[in-house]
Nanobody, 125 residues
Framework: QAQLVESGGGLVQAGDSLRLSCAAS????????MAWFRQAPGKDREFVAG????????YVADSVKGRCTISRDIARNTVYLQMNSLKPEDTAVYYC??????????????????WGQGTQVTVSS
């Protein structure tokens, strides 16, 4: 069974850093686009960052540009989101997602077939 499992969230202070991990299993996720989304209470799910299957293309949302980096370890079937200089407005549940097309990075949640259960990130001021 295909599964994405996020980890690394937590409660931090403004200015701190976190690295989120997404471990994939159950199918050949090495051929998929992987992305991170987030959803704050009362808001729509928002694209944060994405990377194509081979890491050749990476995109980061303007809201986190310069503070967040996405990377993937194909051998470990794991995707990472490094977040630095965290702000209170970064508080949200962060979700890992996979898109089987592999060669494009969509910012639309509906384009992703697989989702993790989410990990909470809370940034206090």
């Amino acid at each position: 069974q295909a599964q994405l499992v996020e980890s690394g969230g937590g409660l931090v202070q403004a200015g701190d850093s976190l690295r989120l991990s997404c471990a994939a299993s159950g199918r050949r996720f090495s051929a998929t686009t992987m992305a991170w989304f987030r959803q704050a209470p009362g808001k729509d799910r928002e694209f944060v960052a994405g990377v194509t299957w081979n890491g050749a293309r990476k995109y980061v949302a303007d809201s986190v540009k310069g503070r967040c980096t996405i990377s993937r370890d194909i051998a470990r079937n794991t995707v990472y989101l490094q977040m630095n200089s965290l702000k209170p407005e970064d508080t949200a549940v962060y979700y890992c997602a996979a898109d089987g097309r592999g060669t494009v990075v969509s910012r639309t949640p509906g384009d992703y077939e697989y989702w993790g259960q989410g990990t909470q990130v809370t940034v206090s001021s």
